[in-house]
């Protein structure tokens, strides 16, 4: 068997794995930053993350976080730092509007997805339903589902953050308030996400799990947590569905 050989087989292999998943889907459940758009792509999240932290200095606060936590990327990590020595605090609501905020400045700069427009239309013009179970604000969401005018294919079916951040993935919390609204068996749903997180979350609610990863680091870390169907791309799913109509 020749390299191109090889190569091809193993193509047709994973496409086939990817159809065997995503055929019986009824309703399916995007994450957000990641699968349908990279919500930092022009305002920075480690300049998020800054503000944050210089927020809490401001307030005498700095001593709440560790060095490496101060100098975090992730204004998520700021957060749940924050949360896990005050949880469910005043302190931990104010820093989650703080982050909303910022959330809702970078919607209008987040950079689409390659091919998730057409697929998420694509697959709402099929018949499935379709919901976000989202880490970031709701509001966040539903401002570029609005600037994307896709709107109507999630809405009302939009979860994310409140102030209980022990709700978050991988609690399946936001999954299944997904699931329960929309009259939706596990079974026959499919959540899309790029982290482990996202994975734990499908796992714990018995949704089937498709993994999006952009880059080799978000594949091994996809990989590493059991996740065994990966796309690059959107393109290959959409592709699939297409052959439907």
């Given at each position: 068997?020749?390299?191109?050989?090889?190569?091809?087989?193993?193509?047709?292999?994973?496409?086939?794995?990817?159809?065997?998943?995503?055929?019986?889907?009824?309703?399916?459940?995007?994450?957000?930053?990641?699968?349908?758009?990279?919500?930092?792509?022009?305002?920075?999240?480690?300049?998020?993350?800054?503000?944050?932290?210089?927020?809490?200095?401001?307030?005498?606060?700095?001593?709440l976080l560790t060095?490496?936590?101060?100098?975090?990327?992730?204004?998520?990590?700021?957060?749940?730092?924050?949360?896990?020595r005050h949880p469910?605090?005043?302190?931990?609501?104010?820093?989650?509007?703080?982050?909303?905020?910022?959330?809702?400045?970078?919607?209008?700069?987040?950079?689409?997805?390659?091919?998730?427009?057409?697929?998420?239309?694509?697959?709402?013009?099929?018949?499935?339903?379709?919901?976000?179970?989202?880490?970031?604000a709701p509001t966040?969401?539903?401002?570029?589902?609005?600037?994307?005018?896709?709107?109507?294919?999630?809405?009302?079916?939009?979860?994310?953050?409140?102030?209980?951040?022990?709700?978050?993935?991988?609690?399946?919390?936001?999954?299944?308030?997904?699931?329960?609204?929309?009259?939706?068996?596990?079974?026959?749903?499919?959540?899309?996400?790029?982290?482990?997180?996202?994975?734990?979350?499908?796992?714990?609610?018995?949704?089937?799990?498709?993994?999006?990863?952009?880059?080799?680091?978000?594949?091994?870390?996809?990989?590493?947590?059991?996740?065994?169907?990966?796309?690059?791309?959107?393109?290959?799913?959409?592709?699939?569905?297409?052959?439907?109509?």
């Amino acid at each position: 068997m020749t390299p191109d050989t090889k190569q091809t087989e193993l193509a047709a292999e994973e496409t086939e794995k990817l159809r065997e998943l995503i055929s019986p889907v009824r309703h399916v459940l995007f994450d957000f930053d990641g699968p349908i758009c990279r919500l930092f792509a022009g305002h920075k999240a480690e300049r998020v993350a800054r503000d944050l932290v210089d927020w809490l200095e401001r307030q005498g606060l700095s001593g709440l976080l560790t060095e490496q936590e101060r100098l975090q990327a992730d204004p998520m990590v700021v957060l749940y730092a924050v949360n896990r020595r005050h949880p469910r605090s005043d302190l931990v609501a104010e820093l989650e509007q703080r982050l909303t905020q910022q959330e809702l400045k970078a919607a209008s700069s987040a950079m689409p997805t390659a091919f998730a427009d057409p697929l998420v239309r694509t697959w709402c013009a099929l018949g499935a339903r379709l919901a976000v179970a989202s880490n970031n604000a709701p509001t966040t969401v539903t401002r570029y589902l609005a600037s994307r005018g896709l709107t109507e294919c999630f809405a009302p079916h939009v979860y994310g953050r409140s102030t209980d951040l022990d709700l978050l993935k991988p609690n399946p919390y936001c999954l299944n308030r997904a699931l329960n609204a929309m009259g939706a068996a596990a079974r026959d749903a499919l959540m899309i996400g790029d982290a482990p997180s996202d994975y734990a979350a499908a796992v714990s609610a018995g949704v089937p799990f498709l993994g999006f990863a952009r880059n080799e680091r978000k594949e091994k870390l996809l990989r590493d947590a059991g996740v065994r169907v990966t796309v690059a791309s959107m393109e290959p799913v959409l592709r699939l569905l297409r052959q439907r109509v």
